[in-house]
């Protein structure tokens, strides 16, 4: 008996060996500052916590996993440095406190599946050549798990995590979730500042003031991203994505353009905002755990989500700046600059 049990604790341990500590709705709700920093790999709830409030104040995460990762303390830096806190391997009472308080309500939530989440039409598989992805009739997800993790900004393996035994294919099944606001009003974002060494995306408003932040993929040294300044031309909900067989893609067999349906999974995701350089724009992704960890082919990706925050809350002629050296003092005088320049 006793070899039986502790087969199944170590088969547990190795199904879920990212979590640490309890992890349900009441111990995420309920989670205080953690005192140390966590491990960046393990899933906690005071961090799921963290991230919640930090995607709320518009200061996002990426994609929220309950990990305290490299684009959570970006996050975490980022609204440190706007309200005037410093941080370092800890955080401080007094920025815990400000993220609280810059936000109401329970940082989890239960949520109802609806028939909607489940009708589908779902992709089988989605297939990773874009060869193979221009006969299909749209980009859509590959399951309701996919679609209500990324509704909800969150991993799916966060929402597994949270939700043990529950079916995420099954309408009326009630389940755990980030609470997240589905649309984001900004103030009039008059300047947006893309920092290529950091692979972040800053928003100002007229008066300089930083408005949000997001974790950003940047163009690969032989895909670069732009340098200078552009402007921003216009945005489309729901893109097709367009490819040029100039683009030389070594992954792309076909010679000829051709086009690739809308839709979630599409290759420039569900958001597209286009910028005064042909061909470039900062948009959506299939995969918001990779965004920031891996190149872009020289656009600025981000979550479905966060682009879509930034394209209904930029004008066109709206001014991207594209910094190639690392973000300092002066990067923020500009942006009050900018703001005047506005303003007048």
């Not at 389940?175 to 950091?198: C, G, N, Q, Y």
């Not at 350089?277 to 600025?300: F, L, M, N």
């Not at 001014?319 to 007048?344: C, E, H, I, M, Y």
């Amino acid at each position: 008996m006793m070899r039986w049990m502790l087969g199944a604790v170590m088969s547990l341990w190795f199904i879920c060996p990212a979590l640490a500590g309890n992890l349900d709705a009441r111990a995420v709700n309920d989670a205080a500052r953690p005192e140390k920093q966590p491990a960046a790999d393990k899933i906690t709830a005071p961090v799921t916590k963290l991230q919640i409030l930090l995607d709320r104040a518009q200061f996002s995460p990426g994609q929220i996993d309950g990990k305290l990762g490299e684009n959570a303390q970006k996050a975490l830096k980022a609204f440190a440095e706007q309200n005037g806190v410093g941080f370092d391997k800890t955080i401080p009472p007094e920025l815990w406190d400000k993220l609280n308080a810059a936000s109401e309500g329970s940082a989890l939530v239960d949520y109802k599946i609806t028939d909607a989440d489940v009708k589908g039409p779902f992709l089988k598989k989605l297939p990773a050549r874009l060869d193979d992805m221009k006969s299909l009739e749209a980009l859509s997800y590959t399951s309701p798990l996919e679609g209500l993790a990324e509704r909800f900004h969150m991993s799916e393996e966060l929402l597994k995590a949270l939700n043990p035994g529950k079916a995420f294919d099954k309408a009326g099944e009630t389940i755990a979730v980030a609470s997240v606001p589905a649309r984001r009003e900004l103030p009039r974002v008059v300047r947006i500042e893309i920092d290529k060494t950091h692979a972040t995306l800053k928003a100002y408003e007229g008066s300089g003031r930083l408005v949000a932040f997001y974790p950003a993929s940047i163009g690969s040294p032989d895909r670069p991203t732009p340098t200078g300044t552009l402007k921003v031309t216009g945005t489309n909900e729901q893109p097709t994505y367009h490819y040029n067989p100039e683009y030389k893609f070594k992954s792309v067999k076909s010679k000829r353009p051709f086009d690739i349906k809308p839709g979630p999974n599409n290759p420039v995701g569900s958001y597209w905002i286009g910028l005064s350089a042909q061909g470039y724009g900062i948009h959506g992704t299939a995969e918001p755990d990779r965004v920031s960890k891996s190149a872009s082919h020289g656009c600025i990706r981000l979550t479905n989500w966060d682009a879509r925050v930034i394209g209904e809350n930029v004008k066109r002629g709206t001014t991207v700046v594209f910094l190639d050296a690392p973000t300092d003092s002066s990067s923020k005088q500009q942006g009050k600059a900018a703001g005047k320049r506005a303003a007048n």
